[in-house]
């Protein structure tokens, strides 16, 4: 019962003085889930069923990536590290499969700088293979790990079987996940990224196109992929940079290639023109206060340690709200620019961001009498 009480009171809700165009509610794309976020402030531009669970087919790519980018950022290889080519690599994403392959030659060695761009460029399923075999062991333990890697960066949705995509009732992401995922990579990644925008790559005296058929399209679009998956339709997960601003954006569930295409640029064409940076909170102001339970002080205030902006469309207004959630009360002893809690802002029932906040001073433990006093209180507030 005292449980169950205490979670009713982890939310302080506070009303702000702001407007949100209603514009984003109502924007429509023929995608079956999407998910669209502003690179700088974090804030949700759109979403639509971005958490059912969905195939991610060439789209798992992305963590495959992410894990060797983490093992070349903690050194655990280095970009001349070369691997072999196993037939299993060479029958399942080479020559022989007729799938997406960068035709790495059957018992060869092979860079993993130039695995790296046969994946990024080319989708590459043999890459995928060399670089989980040479990593992990086997495409089955180099999964695991991938999967183990989504959980530490809270992409808790995803799921994975094996390192390529292929079809596998195991495989699954939400376009959240994927959204999140491709702005880790550009932003924890700086050094790689670009390798996801490269037009072009030659492997075994083949010449390839970038796969992902917005880099050619010259609107700004600068990473990330496409897949497909039978029963599914196609998606794409892309990155746009323009007058400052980037975006990424999930799409998943369309129809046909053509129909990917334009609602790709629609919805990237929407979201740089229909929307302006807001400020909400300055960094250090007050954004909330929480309790406190056995202190010389009550109560302690609540800020951020950075700035607080949204991205807010920039027609027909609607009123924004903000809720600080705690743990209520925070225990003793309470130090200064310690973590508390989160700020969530929402217009509507819509979640636009949320931002860390902590303790804006210390609060020492108060008196004994005090003590007595907040004992007998949250004894009479938890069991009247």
């Not at 980037?246 to 979201?271: C, M, P, Q, Y």
Request: net charge neutral; proline share 5%; with cysteine.
């Amino acid at each position: 019962m005292r449980a169950r009480l205490v979670s009713i009171f982890l939310l302080i809700a506070v009303i702000l003085g702001l407007t949100l165009p209603a514009q984003a509610q109502v924007f429509e794309t023929k995608a079956k889930q999407a998910y669209l976020i502003d690179a700088e402030t974090g804030t949700v531009l759109f979403a639509k069923d971005e958490n059912a669970p969905v195939p991610p087919a060439s789209l798992a790519k992305l963590m495959t990536m992410e894990v060797v980018f983490d093992a070349l950022a903690r050194k655990e290889l280095t970009l001349d590290t070369e691997f072999p080519v196993s037939e299993y690599a060479w029958r399942t994403g080479g020559a022989p499969s007729g799938t997406s392959t960068m035709f790495a030659a059957l018992k060869s060695r092979v860079r993993v700088v130039d695995l790296i761009q046969g994946v990024t460029v080319q989708l590459a399923n043999d890459g995928c293979i060399i670089l989980a075999e040479g990593i992990a062991g086997s495409e089955e333990a180099y999964a695991k790990r991938m999967t183990a890697r989504a959980k530490e960066l809270g992409l808790s949705a995803s799921v994975f079987n094996n390192a390529t995509g292929l079809p596998d009732p195991k495989n699954v992401a939400t376009m959240r996940d994927l959204a999140m995922l491709s702005r880790h990579i550009q932003t924890r990644y700086p050094d790689f990224f670009p390798y996801y925008s490269q037009p072009e790559f030659e492997w075994n005296k083949i010449r390839q196109r970038n796969r992902n058929p917005l880099i050619a399209a010259n609107i700004g679009v600068d990473g990330f992929a496409a897949g497909f998956a039978e029963g599914y339709g196609y998606a794409i997960v892309s990155t746009m940079q323009k007058d400052g601003r980037r975006v990424f954006l999930a799409l998943g569930g369309l129809a046909s290639e053509k129909e990917r295409l334009e609602e790709t640029r629609k919805i990237l064409d929407w979201a740089m023109s229909a929307f302006e940076k807001k400020r909400l909170f300055a960094s250090g102001e007050v954004v909330g206060e929480a309790s406190v339970y056995g202190g010389d002080a009550s109560h302690v205030e609540l800020v951020t340690s950075e700035p607080v902006d949204v991205l807010v469309p920039v027609n027909n207004p609607e009123r924004l709200t903000a809720k600080v959630i705690y743990r209520w009360p925070l225990p003793m002893p309470v130090e200064a620019g310690k973590a508390a809690g989160t700020l969530r802002i929402w217009s509507g029932e819509r979640l636009l961001r949320e931002v860390p906040v902590e303790t804006a001073q210390s609060v020492q433990e108060g008196t004994l009498r005090s003590r007595a006093l907040d004992a007998l209180q949250e004894l009479l507030f938890f069991w009247l």
